[in-house]
């Protein structure tokens, strides 16, 4: 008999299947053996030696494991083929006494036929190096989460964790969440010409000035530029037009597969998790039983096999014809520290299309199973050409810009659309340089800067990769670790963190300043990478940590610590004007503020402000209320109170009141001792002070 250990149950049935009755396959259902749960298990003396026992709950699959590998002839060890999967076939080993060099180790990139048994016939050794590498993180997050979990909870309060990963990436999403609340919009404006050749017209924004890039920040500044341009003749100054190119995008990895899973597809992380485990695994498909449709779902190489181009170029050349195929193939290359271990998530076979399993499998399996195989055949398609043409106008100094593209050829994008495929053609006139085209007027546009957006778990997945935090395998139960610990939540799919995440947070970055650098941590993992390439010892990696780490440690348990407990609030002699009850002081996340004694019957809170403008106005945009609003630091901008539904922004406060001289939008201005009342209408020059 021979016998096949393998992790996850879910692929048992199709292993099974292409080895044959030779062949008894097992699922350990991941580790066997780790580090104990109750004690720390690391020897700090002793060159970080780490203490393996038998998990609990998995001594009865120990003893079956040896009971089978009595009576087997052959032994394969066939975890999953990543770092913690040859861990898995390593403990595996220890305790089945198999010698160090034994020719156990098989790995299945993708559960296939053809792959099951190409591996079969061909086992390694364990990857010590390998091996070493997992043992290397987990003695680190051993560390830092044993070691630091115990001072939280008692430096704060309750049960907490920290973790290598787990906190840094917690404070990716509390300084986005701090970037937000202190932003102050800054003010811009947009200035366009509306040209015309003959009875063309065309459009072009103002972009330099004496071939500088032009920035518009005030109304002043837009009335200078007017009193020029207004009146200026406009000359072409330059016409391009040239062929560009679109590459295709990438075959997907895990960040981005997860990422559009949650945005375009609309999954929760654990749903994207586990649909795409059962598609490497193995789907049910009606009348043909379980079949795994794509290779292993956790990889950071954009690189496919030369037997997946060749499958790819039969299908493109089958499905769109001989253009549509660049004849060389396309090759993408991979982030600087990508481990290139496994080759990109693709398709296993391209008989399954998804028109062939539609009605064949489970819904949710078909939408991502279809991202997944449209995304791989449009990276081995043709490049697509546009004929882009781009005109310079001339008026005195001021430039203005004019551009356009048309498509040639589809090429990729006659499989996935390109998200800016509305905006392409060209409507701009023929114009040679030199000539004069005609001014038929002048737009100008106030416009304020936007604060940062909220990560998404996709987005969230996607800066992690960015910043080298974590590993395609640890991106998932990452974030699902913050949300079960409470740091985060979400609004309205957004993380957002609670206010134990940001004193989390604000903790550990006051008194572990290096294992909370994003830099820091994201050059450990290059570390363990040369652990993995048999450059470095873990060993050696570990020490550099735990020597700082430990007197940064020392010095925390000495400090007073800080609590969530809430001390009685300060009165304040300011009446809610929603229930009638007196305010009180209460400190924020983000500082204090004004909240209703009456709280939770009434919410009302109010920003602190010693000068603070009560004054309302309607909203041009949605004819809502606009009110005074104060930035973090204090900076008055004016808001409407429909957000996010409306984004009306503005330094000064738009009045109900129409311009007595052309019936445009007042506004008021609010200087440090009087107000102006202006009408914002290009060349009406209305004002008044009060």
């Known amino acids: 008999m021979k016998l096949v250990f393998i992790e996850g149950p879910g692929k048992l049935e199709s292993i099974k299947k292409y080895l044959g009755a030779d062949y008894t396959v097992f699922a350990t259902k991941g580790h066997v053996r780790d580090l104990p749960a109750n004690s720390f298990a690391i020897d700090l003396n002793n060159n970080y030696e780490p203490t393996y026992e038998i998990i609990p709950n998995k001594k009865s699959t120990v003893e079956e494991i040896k009971r089978l ?55 390694k050794p364990i990857n010590l190096d390998l091996v070493n590498a997992q043992q290397g993180r987990r003695v680190l997050d051993r560390i830092m989460g044993y070691k630091l979990s115990p001072l939280l909870s008692k430096k704060i309060h309750g049960k907490l964790s920290a973790g290598r990963v787990q906190s840094v990436t917690l404070k990716l999403i509390v300084d986005r969440e701090k970037a937000i609340q202190s932003f102050v919009p800054q003010e811009y404006w947009n200035i366009s010409a509306e040209l015309k050749k003959g009875a063309k017209k065309f459009k072009a924004d103002l972009v330099q000035f004496k071939d500088k890039k032009l920035e518009v920040h005030s109304k002043e500044e837009v009335d200078k530029i007017l009193a020029v341009i207004e009146g200026a003749e406009y000359k072409v100054g330059s016409v391009k037009r040239q062929v560009a190119y679109s590459k295709p995008p990438a075959p997907y990895i895990t960040s981005s597969l997860q990422q559009d899973a949650l945005s375009k597809l609309k999954m929760t992380v654990a749903g994207y998790t586990k649909t795409a485990q059962s598609l490497y695994e193995g789907v049910m498909i009606k009348g043909e039983g379980k079949t795994a449709l794509v290779t292993y779902i956790r990889t950071d190489s954009t690189r496919v096999s030369l037997d997946a181009q060749f499958m790819a170029k039969e299908y493109i050349l089958n499905n769109y014809g001989e253009k549509y195929h660049p004849g060389k193939f396309n090759e993408f290359a991979s982030k600087q520290n990508a481990q290139d271990a496994h080759e990109a998530i693709r398709p296993i076979s391209l008989k399954y299309t998804p028109e062939y399993l539609k009605d064949k499998i489970d819904d949710q399996y078909l939408k991502l199973y279809t991202l997944i195989f449209n995304r791989f055949i449009a990276s081995q398609m ?262 996010p539904k409306c984004d009306f922004v503005s330094w000064d406060l738009p009045l109900s009141d129409v311009c007595p001289k052309c019936g445009g939008q007042l506004y008021k201005k609010f200087l440090a001792n009087s107000q102006r009342i202006y009408c914002q209408t290009k060349g009406c020059g209305y004002a008044q002070k009060n």
Not at 93 to 112: C, G, H, Q, Y
Not at 395 to 408: H, L, P
Not at 477 to 500: D, W
Request: aromatic content about 10%; charged content about 30%; proline content about 4%.
């Open 69 to 123: 590998a009595s009576k087997a002839d052959a032994i394969y060890l066939a975890s999953d083929p990543d770092r913690e999967g040859e861990a898995i076939a390593w403990h595996l080993a220890t305790i089945l006494n198999l010698k160090p060099d034994a020719l156990v180790r098989t790995a299945f990139n993708e559960i296939s036929k053809k792959a099951v048994n190409a591996s079969i016939k061909d086992p």
């Open 382 to 643: 043709s490049w697509a050409q546009y004929d882009s043409l781009t005109v310079d106008i001339l008026a005195e100094d001021y430039k203005f810009r004019s551009s356009g593209k048309a498509m040639i050829f589809d090429g990729f994008t006659k499989l996935i659309k390109p998200q800016d495929e509305e905006k392409n053609g060209i409507n701009i006139p023929d114009l040679v340089e030199g000539e004069i085209v005609i001014k038929n007027k002048i737009n100008s546009e106030q416009k304020f800067t936007k604060p940062p957006v909220r990560f998404t778990a996709g987005t969230l997945t996607h800066e992690m990769e960015v910043q080298g935090i974590g590993r395609p395998s640890t991106y998932g139960a990452t974030i699902t670790t913050l949300f079960n610990r409470e740091y985060i939540k979400t609004v309205k799919n957004a993380l957002v963190p609670t206010e134990l995440g940001v004193q989390v947070t604000e903790y550990l970055e006051e008194y572990f300043k290096q294992a909370m650098d994003i830099k820091f941590t994201a050059d450990m993992e290059k570390e363990l990478d040369d652990v993995e390439l048999g450059k470095v010892k873990w060993q050696d990696i570990v020490d550099r940590f735990y020597t700082d780490f430990s007197k940064q440690l020392d010095y925390a348990s000495k400090q007073s610590g800080i609590s969530l407990t809430k001390s009685a609030p300060e009165p304040s002699d300011v009446i809610c004007e929603k229930c009638g009850a007196k305010m009180v002081y209460r400190e924020g996340k983000f500082g204090r503020f004004l909240a209703c004694s009456n709280f939770p019957k009434c919410k009302n809170t109010k920003n602190l402000n010693e000068n603070k403008i009560t004054d309302t106005g309607v909203c041009p945009k949605c004819k809502g209320v606009v009110s005074a609003k104060y930035s973090k630091h204090g900076k008055l901008f004016f808001g409407c109170n429909n957000y």
